[in-house]
């Protein structure tokens, strides 16, 4: 079965430090894994997707198929990184359905 | 482009009453539909998904059923609301990709 595991479920950085959201997941097979964000008063967003192999706002995140991760990472945190970060997998097979983690609130100290 | 549309936006309704929830989709054909639930602590729970019309599929048991009469709604439904039903609703669609896209979500507080 698929699972999504994100152990903290607060994290309180200060400005310009190096921020990691971690994620783990399980799965028998070749994953997609997402991150959404949440800020405040806004909806649920895509933030970045592993396939895609971008940066988006500094955001970086390395599947690691050996430890079955997917942590998010930011070299340095900006006030308007606060929110709400869901880590996500879906896998090819049945309806394609995303399955969440529990979510991370991050919060960036001025 | 495409939007997704959910109300009402927030919702106060007593114990034993029932529940209606509406999301529409415009600009795009024949998506995947989805219901969660947002809950603190405890993230995003999948309620139900549609691969298209009158087809519904439920991932947990519980007090709450959804429909799909035309291609771009998706409504959750309840006849006897209970107190756990209580939280954040979201609805999402997608295409071929899986990228999944939310509304604006429901807010329903059950008192």
């Known amino acids: 079965a698929q699972r999504v595991t994100q152990p903290e479920k607060l994290l309180s950085v200060f400005k310009g430090a190096p921020v990691e959201l971690k994620c783990n997941y399980s799965?028998?097979?070749?994953?997609?894994l997402f991150w959404y964000v949440q800020y405040s008063r806004q909806r649920l967003q895509l933030l970045l997707r592993h396939i895609s192999r971008e940066s988006i706002k500094g955001f970086t995140a390395d599947l690691n198929k050996g430890e079955t991760s997917f942590h998010l990472k930011k070299p340095f945190a900006q006030e308007e990184d606060s929110a709400m970060y869901y880590c996500a997998l879906s896998g090819y097979r049945g309806a394609n359905n995303l399955f969440f983690g529990t979510g991370t609130r991050l919060t960036v100290i001025p | 482009s495409q939007t997704i549309h959910q109300w009402p936006a927030t919702l106060v309704q007593p114990v034993g009453s029932p529940l209606s929830l509406e999301c529409t989709v415009e600009g795009t054909s024949n998506p995947n539909l989805y219901w969660y639930r947002q809950a603190a602590g405890r993230g995003l729970q999948l309620l139900f998904y549609?691969?298209?019309?009158?087809?519904i599929s439920s991932e947990v048991p519980q007090n709450l059923s959804a429909s799909r009469p035309q291609d771009r709604q998706f409504i959750l439904s309840s006849k006897k609301l209970l107190l756990s039903d209580s939280g954040f609703y979201l609805c999402a669609w997608r295409e071929t990709s899986l990228e999944q896209f939310f509304g604006p979500g429901t807010r329903l507080t059950v008192l």
């Open positions: 799965y028998s097979g070749s994953p997609e």
């Open positions: 549609s691969v298209g019309i009158g087809q």
